[in-house]
């Protein structure tokens, strides 16, 4: 059963929207790294978060995805040195009820997103289970090597539906 928020979400994407997946590259793991680490040499006590498919060492869409953890209350102290690191921010919004604060840009050929947001509780945990269990960390790079190619939209909803499966189990 999928969610308000995930259905709103796939009612937005477009239907001619392909997936494309392509093989972990240990050039993707250094890149999140070291951005993990620059924001850690500015802002120490904040928590920053390398999650996604390359995190994970899996196949994926060659995108890196980091989180930094804060209490909106605090954006304003942190955006000055992110806009400092990132440059003009992409989006500013609510997902999920969480807000967040988005950075959007390439390097090395990979689709980089920087997020100072809430804690997403529900990314976490799921990026943890797999994490932690080689059988479902396995079973969910099968899944998105399964799409590759295909209606990007399917590939989200199957995704959803396999958070969903494992976050009940």
Same mark, same amino acid.
């Given at each position: 059963?999928?969610?308000?928020?995930?259905?709103?979400?796939?009612?937005?994407?477009?239907?001619?929207?392909?997936?494309?997946? &392509?093989?972990?590259?240990?050039?993707?793991?250094?890149?999140?790294?070291?951005?993990?680490?620059?924001? =850690?040499?500015?802002?120490?006590?904040?928590?920053?978060?390398?999650?996604?498919?390359?995190?994970?060492?899996?196949?994926?869409?060659?995108?890196?995805?980091? /989180?930094?953890?804060? $209490?909106?209350?605090?954006?304003?102290?942190?955006?000055?040195?992110?806009?400092?690191?990132?440059?003009?921010?992409?989006?500013?919004?609510?997902?999920?009820?969480?807000?967040?604060?988005?950075?959007?840009? &390439?390097?090395?050929?990979?689709?980089?997103?920087?997020?100072?947001?809430?804690?997403?509780? =529900?990314?976490?945990?799921?990026?943890?289970?797999?994490?932690? $269990?080689?059988?479902?960390?396995?079973?969910?790079?099968?899944?998105?090597?399964?799409?590759?190619?295909?209606?990007?939209?399917? /590939?989200?909803?199957?995704?959803?539906?396999?958070? $969903?499966?494992?976050?009940?189990?």
């Amino acid at each position: 059963m999928l969610t308000k928020d995930e259905l709103d979400y796939l009612s937005k994407i477009p239907e001619n929207k392909k997936v494309s997946i &392509k093989p972990f590259d240990l050039e993707g793991k250094k890149i999140g790294e070291s951005i993990v680490q620059k924001i =850690r040499n500015y802002l120490p006590d904040l928590e920053v978060l390398f999650m996604g498919s390359v995190a994970l060492k899996i196949a994926g869409q060659k995108d890196i995805d980091i /989180y930094a953890l804060a $209490n909106p209350k605090d954006f304003n102290k942190y955006l000055p040195t992110f806009e400092k690191l990132f440059g003009v921010p992409a989006k500013q919004g609510k997902y999920v009820k969480k807000t967040f604060i988005e950075w959007k840009f &390439k390097k090395n050929g990979y689709e980089v997103e920087v997020y100072l947001t809430e804690p997403p509780e =529900r990314q976490i945990r799921v990026f943890e289970i797999l994490k932690s $269990n080689k059988k479902l960390l396995k079973e969910y790079e099968d899944l998105k090597l399964s799409f590759d190619g295909k209606s990007y939209k399917d /590939y989200q909803k199957a995704k959803y539906e396999f958070y $969903n499966n494992i976050l009940d189990a």
